[in-house]
Every structure is written in C-alpha cells, then in structure tokens.
C-alpha cells in the first residue's frame, strides 16, 4: 500500500495525512481509511476509460478494410467511421440520468455488456447499415463509460488523491487507444493488410474488433465486485447502504463525517431533474446555469481542436503525406506512448498545481504546435500519383509537432476536462450535468470526425490544421476567463 501512496505522493500536507493513516493500518487501528481500497475500485472504473480508448482507437486501422467491403466513398466511409458517436452522443446524455435512476455501478455494468456485443457484430458486419448498428452500440457504451467512470471515481475517491485517480482514468484511455494501435498495427503487419485474411477465413480488419471481447468481459466481471457510490446510495436515500460503503472507503472515524456533508449537501433536494440546470431565482432566474455553460464549452472545446482526427484518421493523414500504411500504423504507436507519457506527468501535477493552469498550458501549448503542422502542410505538393508530398524538413516538422500537440493535449485538457466535468457540478445537478456535457462533447466530436475527411479533399489538411489552431487560440480566452479550480475541493462544496 506504501508503495501506492508513493506514486501518487507530491509533497502536500493532505497526503502526509494519507500516509499518517496508512501508518495506523500497518499498526492495526481501525480507524485508518483503507485506501488501497479505494485505489483498486477505482482501478476498476478505469477498465471503462481503457475500453473507451480502444473502441475509438481501434477504427483507427480498419478504414481501409470497411472502405473496400462495404464499397463506400468518402462521405460513406466518414459515417463508417461517425457512427459510433451517434451512440456516444446518446449514451452520455441519458447516462447521467439512468445513473440517478438506477446507479453508476449498474450503468457501468450495462456499457460492458454493450462492449462485448459491439466489438463481436462490428467484426461480423456484412454490409454498411449492420456495421454502423453495432458501431452505434458500441457508441452508447463509450458514451456511458466516458461520463460515468469519472464520476464514479469522483464520488469515491478522496479530495486529496482525487484528481490523480480520475487522471489514472485518462492514462487507461490513452492505454486502450495504444493498445489498439499496438494490435491494428501488429494484425496487420502479420496479415499483410488490413484487408487480408488473417486467420479462420476472416480479414485483418475484422478481428480488429473481436479482440476488444476480452477487455470487455473482463470489465464486467470486476464490476460485479465493487460496491455503489456512496453518494448516489445516499441521493436514493439508502443510508445503510451508504455506511457500509463509507465505512470500507474510509474507515470508521471518516463515516458520520462524510453522513453529515452528504446529507448537508442533498438536504431539500429532490429527485434530480432537468430543470434542476436552472437558476432558480435571481436576475437570471430560469435561464441555464453558469457552470452548465463552463461544462459545455469544457467539453466541447476538447474536441474542437481536432484530437480525434489523430486518433480516428492517423493511418489516413499520414498515408495522404506519402508514408506507407505500415509507417502510418508505426506513428500512431508512438503517438500513443507519447499520450501515456504526457499523462503520468499529468499524474504527478494534477492536484499540485491544480486544473487550470494545466489547461492553460495545454491550449498554449496546443495553438502553437498545430500552427506548426497547419505550415508544414501548406508546403505540401501533389505526387505524380495524385497524393500529397511533404519534403524531408517540412515530413520531419509535420511529425514532430503533431506528437508535441498529443502531448499537449494529453498532458492537460485530455486528464483535466473529465477530472472537471466529474467533480465540478453540486451533487443535485452531478448527472444532468454530465448530461449535458457529455452530449456536447460528443456532437462536437461527431462533426469533427464526419466532417475530417470532406475538409480532406476539400480544403486540404492545411485547412483542416488551420481551423483547429483557431479553436486552441479560442480556448485560451475560454479557461482564463471562465473556468474556476476545484483542486483539494469536497464534492459537497461544489455550490455552482
């Protein structure tokens, strides 16, 4: 347990006081919260984030195959490719809703078996309508987890560790996606393309998808061992329920404590609605609360710098360049290392140094290095064959910057815009709230998606590069002026 603390430790006073009670378990006081505990639930939850990541991911490799199966051109292939975030858009809407129904373990319980069958029927799809039936599925599965396992991590973790443990959230997700880059890249290579067979009669691309199966029965099976949030067992008025869980969570002298804020919290509250998003009173009485709008421009700006584009189309953006499709595979591997890097820096400063100033960076950081790649791209000329051709300087520029901006964005708004959406709004307003954020996060990530490959042949990548360095230079302005830190903050002291 020592060596947990360890790598999660920074120096501050609130985990000296972690490390005090972890002092008191090893000499057998019972009042020690059992944070071990803690950290291997939340583990957990981040199954959720590592199969999110790889469903995104995992399409990464398989464009070519669907492109020559399905015999679809550009618009077709691009809604291939989207659908899935129809689902993602609907499943983090009503996630939060169905989650003060019926729980967050239950919702979490229902993604993984969502997972399952949809990396199974994405793998057997004969035709367009059936591939984007189960990709949507798979949609509404990672758009339960990527609300959802946040939150969850959120209502149970401690304030002091809190922001490392949803950012082990992001580390996993980032995980999943290399993992699938790892395993498109060595199917590949090992069949010869994405569209060759590969074993049992069936192409490359294909299984693919079927070896998200494992990760995602394993995801279902740990969620039957780990308890409800506490909170939420407290917003269903289950205070038994609730005890025990604090009780295992922080040890028995942190139960009335937690009792007493929870309940303080939800006191005079209803049954969460909708409507609960609205001021109540006041000059801007019936209007939609500020902090919603904070978590709406969080949410959407994440997307509207274009990451997915890297993620979704790597293999494409650097085939259109001139690498081959081994080469384009190799560089979305080192794009995911480089995302995993940026995220254990992002481990270590999180609740050092707070959310913010991690945004800030990240979008500083972000305007420059994808004006760099927008450059390098307007010096690309047309191939005898019709493709673009970047020179030696401008190819290595290109490459160069485009892993600094994962990096970037890895290092801050990736970890630090779901730490926030988890723990930022007051608990009555916790699931409308992610609600609402996780639907504009994935339309915004929709249109990014569907509309990548039309700016393709259109305005070419330099466009494409182009737009997406404005919204970097636009998100600057949004977190100076508009987002607020919740570092070392209490969920019941989220007023809104």
């Not at 550009?74 to 989650?99: H, Q, W, Y």
């Amino acid at each position: 347990m020592r060596k947990i603390v360890q790598k999660i430790k920074t120096g501050s006073s609130s985990m000296q006081a972690i490390e005090s009670s972890l002092d008191a378990l090893e000499q057998g006081r019972p009042d020690s919260p059992p944070l071990a505990f803690v950290v291997l639930i939340c583990s957990v939850a981040t199954i959720g984030g590592f199969l999110f990541g790889f469903d995104s991911g995992v399409i990464n490799g398989t464009v070519g195959g669907l492109q020559q199966a399905f015999n679809s051109d550009t618009a077709g292939t691009g809604f291939n490719v989207a659908s899935m975030l129809l689902g993602c858009a609907v499943g983090a809407f009503f996630a939060g809703r169905l989650a003060d129904l019926w729980g967050r373990r239950t919702l979490l319980i229902i993604s993984a078996l969502l997972f399952i069958v949809s990396a199974w029927g994405s793998g057997v799809a004969s035709n367009s309508p059936e591939f984007v039936f189960y990709r949507i599925l798979g949609g509404l599965a990672v758009g339960v987890a990527s609300v959802m396992s946040p939150a969850y991590i959120s209502e149970v973790a401690p304030a002091a560790i809190r922001g490392r443990l949803i950012t082990i959230n992001q580390i996993a997700l980032i995980s999943g996606l290399f993992m699938a880059f790892v395993s498109n890249y060595w199917l590949a290579k090992t069949a010869g393309s994405a569209v060759n067979e590969w074993w049992m009669g069936f192409s490359a691309w294909r299984w693919m998808f079927w070896v998200e199966i494992a990760p995602a029965t394993l995801f279902f099976l740990a969620l039957l061992l780990i308890p409800e949030s506490p909170r939420y067992l407290m917003i269903s008025q289950q205070t038994s329920k609730a005890t025990d869980v604090l009780r295992r969570l922080y040890g028995e002298a942190e139960v009335q404590r937690k009792l007493n804020a929870i309940r303080e919290s939800v006191a005079g509250d209803r049954n969460p609605r909708m409507a609960d998003l609205l001021e109540r009173s006041g000059r801007r009485a019936g209007k939609i609360r500020k902090i919603v709008w904070v978590g709406i421009g969080l949410a959407t700006f994440q997307q509207l710098v274009g990451i997915n584009v890297v993620f979704y189309y790597g293999a494409v953006l650097w085939q259109a360049v001139g690498f081959s499709e081994a080469d384009a595979l190799l560089i979305n591997i080192i794009s995911g290392a480089v995302s995993i890097g940026a995220c254990l820096i992002t481990l270590t400063l999180i609740d050092r140094i707070g959310r913010k100033p991690l945004l800030l960076i990240g979008s500083i950081g972000m305007a420059i290095t994808l004006g760099l790649v927008a450059f390098a791209f307007t010096r690309a000329t047309i191939g005898a064959d019709g493709s673009l051709q970047l020179s030696q300087g401008m190819g290595l520029l290109a490459l160069v910057a485009a892993n600094a901006y994962v990096f970037f964005f890895n290092g801050s708004w990736g970890p630090a815009m779901w730490t926030m959406l988890g723990e930022m709004f007051p608990n009555q307003i916790r699931g409308s709230g992610l609600a609402i954020s996780g639907l504009a996060q994935w339309v915004a990530n929709f249109a990014i998606t569907m509309t990548f490959p039309i700016l393709l042949t259109g305005i070419g990548l330099a466009g494409a590069y182009g737009i997406y360095t404005l919204f970097a230079v636009l998100s600057i302005a949004f977190v100076i002026y508009l987002v607020h830190e919740t570092r070392g903050l209490e969920l019941e002291q989220m007023r809104g």
